[in-house]
Every structure is written in C-alpha cells, then in structure tokens.
T-cell receptor
Framework: DGGITQSPKYLFRKEGQNVTLSCEQNLNHDAMYWYRQDPGQGLRLIYYSQIVNDFQKGDIAEGYSVSREKKESFPLTVTSAQKNPTAFYLC???????????FGPGTRLTVL | GQQVMQIPQYQHVQEGEDFTTYCNSSTTLSNIQWYKQRPGGHPVFLIQLVKSGEVKKQKRLTFQFGEAKKNSSLHITATQTTDVGTYFCAGMDSSYKLIFGSGTRLLVRP
C-alpha cells in the first residue's frame, strides 16, 4: 500500500521544547515538501528537498530545521525559536518530472 | 514575491445552487493546480491546467485557465453536501514550488 505517512496525528508539547515531526513515503518520489497551515489559511512552504542530502528554505523557514538523509524520509524539527508553532503541518511528495504533489494526513501540533 | 489570491474566502450555498471560486496570480504561471481539503483532512489533488485558455471538466466541476495564464476558476454546478470543503488553487513556479491561494471554504445547506 503506497503513500505518505505522518506521525503522530496529534502532538502536544510544552513551550521551549524542540519537537520532530515524521514524514515517510514509499512512492519512490524524489521531491518532498513541508507546509504549515493555520486555521482558515492557505498552505505556506517551510522547507523542500528535490533530492537526497539537499534541501532549500521555503517562505517561512525560520525556527524550523530539516534533514534528508534517505529518499523516503524528510523529518521536520520545530525548534524553540519558532514563535508560534501551534499549527497543522503537512508533508507532501512529488515524482521527478511530474507536477502533482501528494499530501500526507498531517500532524496537528499544539504547544502549551 | 509571487502571490496567488483567491476569492471569495467563504461561500455558503443552498444544496443545488452553483458555486464558483476565482484565483489570480501576480505573475504568469507555468500551470495551475486545484486541490480540495475536507474538514479535518489534507489537500487532495483535483486537476492540473497547463495550456492558455484550457477548460477541463470533472462531472459537475468545471476548471478554466485564463488566456494570459494568470487566473483560473473552479465552477461547481448544482452543489451537493459532499462538495463541502475548502478549495485551493496553487500556481507552480519555475522551481516546481507550489504557491497556494488562501482557499475558498464551501458550506452547503441541505
């Protein structure tokens, strides 16, 4: 069963703690993306990676970090430097040469 | 930077009425994609338009791409309660990044 998985679905953390969100895909896609969605808002790009061991900042990268050590994995760390981390985080992937992005189910992060 | 504006923000219709959402880009787009996000869910790809003036249909949904490739629209004929959700347009830039509009939330009264 192919697809994109994100875990956990809901995540609660105390203010000041770093937290890492998981994103795994078995679609053999080269490109992966992280978006943030706030209530009633569109999606904003945090980081993206076109290939293993390479990634670029998106529009709102401050306070976030990523790694791309394996093709199938693109974890996102929300650091304590992110001022308003509570949001819905969506991971997506795209096949090389294709335009469509496929989204995972998302992780709702709440910082208390 | 490149921006994609989408209107209206909300649309509340009676079941059976039509619905349209509009998308405008500040720059010419290589293509435009439409996604639907159900309440509590994640965006799901609906369609991609590439050619100037292109029109595509999916059952009751009609998608258009403007002649200048800077605007697009999604029209739903005779809405049903299953159409409820937020519809996003997204323009692709030269780096294969998607620039999402803010979305139009559709509510349908049964």
């Amino acid at each position: 069963d192919g697809g994109i998985t994100q875990s956990p679905k809901y995540l609660f953390r105390k203010e000041g703690q770093n937290v890492t969100l998981s994103c795994e895909q078995n679609l053999n896609h080269d490109a992966m993306y992280w978006y943030r969605q706030d209530p009633g808002q569109g999606l904003r790009l945090i980081y993206y990676s076109q290939i293993v061991n390479d990634f670029q900042k998106g529009d709102i990268a401050e306070g976030y970090s990523v790694s791309r050590e394996k093709k199938e994995s693109f974890p996102l760390t929300v650091t304590s430097a992110q001022k308003n981390p509570t949001a819905f985080y969506l991971c997506a992937s795209r096949d090389r040469g294709a335009d469509t992005q496929y989204f995972g189910p998302g992780t709702r992060l709440t910082v208390l | 930077g490149q921006q994609v504006m989408q209107i209206p923000q909300y649309q509340h219709v009676q079941e059976g009425e039509d619905f349209t959402t509009y998308c405008n880009s500040s720059t010419t787009l290589s293509n435009i994609q439409w996604y639907k996000q159900r309440p509590g869910g994640h965006p799901v790809f609906l369609i991609q338009l590439v050619k100037s003036g292109e029109v595509k249909k999916q059952k009751r949904l009609t998608f258009q791409f403007g002649e200048a490739k800077k605007n697009s629209s999604l029209h739903i004929t005779a809405t049903q309660t299953t159409d409820v959700g937020t519809y996003f347009c997204a323009g692709m830039d030269s780096s294969y990044k998607l620039i999402f509009g803010s979305g139009t939330r559709l509510l349908v009264r049964p």
